[in-house]
């Protein structure tokens, strides 16, 4: 249909085994509603949702039950309907294995509706359509959960987007749920995509997909031909690990670099996932809030296989409609090079969990002991962000957070291809995620301190000011004006 | 030989000029020391550092009559950087002074009978009230300094500890256990 278009490359980048063709052999199933569902409050980048429901209040499928609160957050909604049974604390699925806030909801079998109709989105004006996207509940589903309605905000005149990249690419070894939505809800993505590019007043679309997924890239190819859609390019990329990443993929796509400190916004590119995308064309074309994604359950099951999950599903019980094998030791969110193992298999399903693996000794045998840094720089082999890891790591290490923030700590993706061909078996992603972490609170800090300065000087300079007032107020007291003579006089004349 | 002398001199005045002149226009107002020291404290205003407040701490290390090692809230990275930008020695916490956990003070306010006595000793304004009527801490300016628990008549005034939540967590430093080495096997 189209003309190939010329592909770039990123740097370094590696091959693991893509494990990916046990989870694509059977269609997406339909996961059984669970005898409860945890919802988490906090499910999206930004600020949390505040509960809008009560414990005891029966709520239906759709319906809102938690308000977003600032700029930067998401709507959250009952995923059936049932009965709130509790507003409280529980883990929830976060590698902190902390608690948060969280809604119980048991539902009572019915799956009954909350009045919803479609959208009349080709005559609302771009403000409504974000905060029907916002009120939607629509996030970033690439696993970054970032609220889409600001990410369509930015077609200012600073920021003309001219190009919309899709991100099919899906990278990471085990994970299918991308491509099972890209192969059966194709003319779906299209159309969100078009509702996208009409938002950001994009010229081009690229989907850019690795060629992995041959039927996946069909699939679209085809949607785009009978859907008569109009300058939009289906792109298989080469497979390479992490070319899923955004900056990574876009530099494939475009050949634009995006450096350090710079968004692709600023270079009129804008990216968006597949089934992000997707869930944008379901909110406005269909009027159905984000309740349920697709999650590849997969490792050591019965039958891998890629299910539509209720938001809320406790992990358990949808591994176990796959056939949970008896050696599973824990549960995996995420890839194996990214992901991070679950806290309890009790924690409920959330927008970001886009796959789960279960987990075994054999599969995934525990990392034999680290050795120490030869220096052979493997690593920044493999980078793809160009950066030195060998050097990070040392001073991650070391703690010396003003180096590494020099040496770009923060350009890194942590995709952990550093970690994969270390011959040392250093875990380095795991000392660049500290030191990030250190380095964000003490700017946290020195701006919690900057401002307590501020007030203290203030505090003590207005102490100063009323003592000195009160000074000259006594002073005036005890010493009579002069200009009260001429009264006295005027009296004594009367 | 007399033009040497004539030009030397010349030089001598237009530099010196300049110079005089750079002296006035440039001149630093104050000890830059102190700010950059201040700069590190932490700014709670607590004096746990017997000093009343960061600033004249930071003007005590900077005049030599204060060790580095006298603010707790810092901890023992604030002393690093201050060994940092003194060129001198690390110095541990000493016996008496150890890093405290972050916390936050909290007024019971049914117990509170509107003294103003905390209000007057918080450093950094972050309790709101008046006379006779009920206080409250401002939690987000409050930090955790314990000055306002002492003047407290009604002892309504306890310090929280502010525990980690989902987002405000961070990853731990990466440690390995150390798996036992079976003494048989060593050479």
Same mark, same amino acid.
Request: glycine share 6%; hydrophobic share 30%; aromatic share 8%.
């Given at each position: 249909m189209n003309a190939p278009l010329p592909l770039h490359k990123f740097h370094g980048g590696i091959h693991p085994p893509t494990h990916k063709a046990q989870s694509t052999q059977h269609p997406i199933g339909q996961a059984k509603i669970p005898a409860q569902l945890i919802i988490p409050f +906090?499910?999206?980048?930004g600020n949390q949702a505040k509960p809008i429901v009560a414990v005891g209040e029966r709520v239906l499928k759709g319906q809102m039950i938690g308000m977003p609160q600032g700029h930067i957050s998401s709507a959250i909604h009952a995923s059936t309907s049932g009965t709130i049974s509790a507003l409280d604390m529980q883990t929830i699925?976060?590698?902190?294995g902390l608690q948060d806030l969280c809604a119980t909801l048991l539902p009572d079998g019915l799956d009954e509706w909350i009045a919803h109709a479609p959208l009349d989105y080709p005559t609302m004006t771009a403000d409504e359509i974000r905060h029907a996207l916002r009120m939607a509940g629509v996030v970033g589903l690439g696993g970054a959960t970032f609220p889409s309605d600001v990410k369509l905000s930015r077609s200012d005149a600073k920021h003309v987007i001219h190009t919309l990249v899709l991100n099919g690419?899906?990278?990471?070894? +085990?994970?299918t749920c991308d491509d099972m939505v890209m192969r059966e809800r194709a003319a779906e993505i299209l159309n969100g995509a078009e509702i996208v590019r009409g938002l950001l007043r994009a010229e081009k679309i690229l989907i850019g997909i690795e060629d992995n997924k041959p039927q996946a890239i069909a699939a679209l190819q085809q949607a785009a031909m009978q859907g008569a859609h109009q300058n939009i390019h289906v792109v298989a990329v080469p497979t390479i690990y992490p070319g899923g990443g955004e900056k990574q993929l876009l530099r494939v796509l475009t050949g634009i670099e995006v450096p350090a400190h710079q968004r692709p916004t600023d270079f009129g590119l804008q990216c968006f996932n597949v089934a992000t995308v997707y869930q944008i064309w379901r909110a406005l074309a269909l009027g159905e809030p984000l309740i349920s994604r697709i999650v590849t359950v997969t490792g050591n099951v019965r039958q891998a296989q890629n299910y539509e999950v209720l938001l809320g599903t406790p992990v358990l019980e949808i591994v176990a409609q796959a056939g949970i094998l008896p050696d599973t030791h824990s549960y995996i969110m995420g890839g194996p090079m990214m992901g991070f193992t679950l806290p309890t298999d009790a924690v409920g399903v959330i927008k970001a969990s886009n796959c789960i693996i279960a987990a075994s000794a054999k599969l995934f045998p525990p990392p034999p002991p680290a050795m120490p840094c030869i220096r052979c720089t493997r690593c920044a082999d493999v980078c793809p962000a160009e950066l030195q890891p060998q050097d990070l790591f040392w001073f991650a290490k070391s703690k010396n957070f003003e180096q590494a923030k020099k040496y770009?700590?923060?350009?890194?993706?942590?995709?952990?291809a550093c970690n994969y061909v270390c011959p040392s078996q250093i875990p380095l992603v795991q000392y660049y995620r500290f030191a990030k972490g250190e380095i964000r609170t003490q700017n946290k800090e020195q701006a919690n301190a900057d401002t307590a300065r501020q007030r203290f000087e203030f505090r003590f300079s207005r102490i100063e000011r009323e003592k000195q007032e009160k000074a000259a107020k006594l002073a005036a007291r005890e010493k009579p004006a002069p200009t009260e003579l001429p009264i006295s006089d005027k009296v004594n004349e009367l | 030989m007399l033009t040497a002398l004539f030009v030397m001199s010349g030089i001598a005045l237009v530099l010196g000029a300049v110079l005089g002149f750079a002296a006035l226009k440039f001149k630093v107002g104050g000890n830059p020391l102190i700010e950059k020291i201040d700069a590190i404290l932490p700014q709670t205003q607590c004096g746990q550092c017997t000093f009343p407040g960061c600033k004249p701490y930071a003007t005590a290390i900077a005049e030599g009559r204060a060790d580095i090692n006298q603010c707790p809230p810092g901890g023992e990275e604030g002393i690093r950087k201050l060994a940092d930008l003194l060129g001198v020695d690390f110095k541990p916490f000493g016996e008496n002074a150890a890093p405290a956990v972050k916390s936050v003070a909290f007024i019971d306010e049914s117990t509170c009978i509107g003294c103003t006595l905390c209000i007057q000793a918080c450093p950094v304004d972050a309790i709101t009230g008046a006379a006779k009527q009920m206080h409250t801490i401002i939690s987000a300016e409050?930090?955790?300094?314990?000055?306002?628990?002492?003047?407290c008549p009604v002892d309504c005034i306890s310090m929280i500890t502010i525990e980690e939540k989902v987002n405000t967590w961070k990853w731990k430093y990466p440690v390995f256990p150390i798996a036992p080495i079976n003494p048989a096997a060593r050479p």
């Open positions: +906090y499910q999206h980048a699925a976060h590698p902190s690419a899906e990278c990471e070894p +085990y994970i770009n700590l923060f350009d890194c993706i942590e995709c952990g | 409050c930090t955790g300094c314990v000055l306002c628990v002492a003047p």
